[in-house]
């Protein structure tokens, strides 16, 4: 069972004190004091792993879960509704997926895929073709993930390419990620397969926000 959820933070007065806390102005840091908030919905059971997808759109939250939401007083009430689509081979859906997808690199480990084609081009170079080598990757990215997790790919434009830098750390230094906004349309393959991994979600950085691919029906 999943539930999706649609979230507004709540705008009480007494929040107003620890505004700088709950909402600051650096944007890694304010993804991870989201993705924190976020945990007040489902803090029934303080040894559960993280159980949920999310993102943010504007000022609204939405979350994909297996535990429906508890009330929160970080949040207005949520709007909550059973996710259990009814998909069939040959489904074709429009979606849309904030992500941060990685490949492999011998010798190297986890690389993002758009930072990794960009290193192999002259540093003067690579604005120019920022975005053309992003749509390149993502459309490779996107076919593997699909033949693994039962969809194919039928159509997919990279909406937004950004690079989030988080705060320095004394072991890791100071470590980036790339997002990638994605839409496109789908064709089903395999339909129990994709409900598993849309409930999984897609690629890393699931805690600032990525991973959590929205579909609907043309």
């Known amino acids: 069972m999943l539930y999706l959820s649609k979230l507004l933070k709540a705008r009480k007065p007494a929040l107003k004190a620890v505004?700088?806390?709950?909402?600051?102005?650096?944007?890694?840091?304010r993804l991870d004091a989201d993705h924190r908030l976020l945990w007040s919905l489902f803090a029934d059971d303080p040894a559960a792993k993280r159980d949920f997808l999310w993102r943010v759109e504007g000022c609204r939250y939405l979350v994909l879960s297996k535990r429906a939401p508890m009330p929160s007083p970080f949040f207005d009430s949520p709007q909550v509704r059973h996710f259990a689509p009814d998909l069939r081979a040959g489904d074709h859906l429009f979606f849309s997926l904030r992500v941060n997808a990685t490949r492999t690199r011998k010798g190297v480990g986890r690389v993002d895929i758009v930072m990794d084609a960009l290193?192999?081009?002259a540093p003067r170079q690579r604005a120019v073709q920022r975005m053309d080598?992003?749509?390149?990757?993502?459309?490779?990215?996107?076919?593997?993930?699909?033949?693994?997790t039962g969809f194919a790919c039928r159509d997919l434009l990279v909406e937004d390419y950004s690079v989030l830098t988080l705060p320095r750390t004394s072991r890791a230094g100071q470590p980036r990620f790339g997002i990638l906004d994605l839409t496109g349309t789908l064709e089903v393959t395999e339909p129990a397969t994709f409900l598993t991994h849309l409930g999984e979600g897609f690629g890393r950085a699931k805690a600032f926000g990525c991973g959590l691919m929205l579909i609907r029906r043309g």
Do not use: C, S
């Open 119 to 121: 290193h192999g081009i």
């Open 19 to 29: 505004a700088a806390l709950l909402e600051p102005g650096e944007a890694a840091q």
């Open 133 to 148: 080598v992003a749509q390149m990757a993502a459309t490779d990215w996107m076919t593997r993930q699909g033949t693994r």
